[in-house]
């Protein structure tokens, strides 16, 4: 999770070999928090961007149980979901693991979390940004997608699933 709980600055990759060399980058396959203007001064002109996104109840509950956000949170996860987030619920465990994962990670910032305006913004940037947003429940088929897009072959989207919750 490059950065923390920081948008991404092009500062946090500057010590890679990319970064150092001063190249742009073709592929940028890492987690972070988006940034854009940050992330296309790093990436090639004509960069197409992609992303994936869970069910965002998956998402939190996965979060929950491989973070250990219950005893960040000192209470279950039902708990937390019919408290108001105030306080320690509205901050993040580490600083980057909380309540509407995807949307912080897409760089919305946690005063906003109950902005409706600043949310429909972000999902607007997002639509507007990414030429193909794979959806994970539909993984195959996004895949195919994204196989289409970058006129690849078969062999490239070949997939392995490793680590998924069980």
């Known amino acids: 999770y490059i950065g923390g709980g920081e948008l991404f600055n092009r500062r ?8 150092k060399d001063g190249m742009r980058l073709n592929i940028f396959c ?10 296309e001064k790093v990436m090639e002109p004509n960069t197409k961007y992609v992303t994936m996104l869970r ?4 998402v939190f509950e996965s979060a929950w149980d491989f973070f250990f956000v219950e005893k960040y949170y ?13 306080g320690l619920l509205a901050t993040r465990r580490g600083g980057r693991i909380g309540r509407n994962q995807m949307l912080f990670d897409m760089g919305l910032d946690d005063s906003n979390m ?3 305006r600043a949310i429909r913004r972000k999902i607007k ?3 507007e940004k990414f030429d193909l947003v794979l959806m994970a429940d539909r993984f195959k088929e996004s895949l195919v997608l994204l196989k289409n897009l970058f006129c ?3 062999k490239d989207i070949t997939s392995f699933k490793l680590n998924g919750r069980k």
């Open 12 to 19: 946090h990759i500057q010590n890679t070999e990319w970064g």
């Open 30 to 39: 890492l987690h972070t928090r988006m940034h854009l203007p940050e992330m």
């Open 55 to 58: 069910d965002p109840l998956e």
């Open 74 to 86: 000192k209470m279950p996860i039902w708990k937390f979901a019919a408290s108001p987030k105030t």
């Open 114 to 116: 109950d902005n409706e």
């Open 125 to 127: 940037e997002v639509e």
């Open 152 to 154: 690849w072959n078969i």
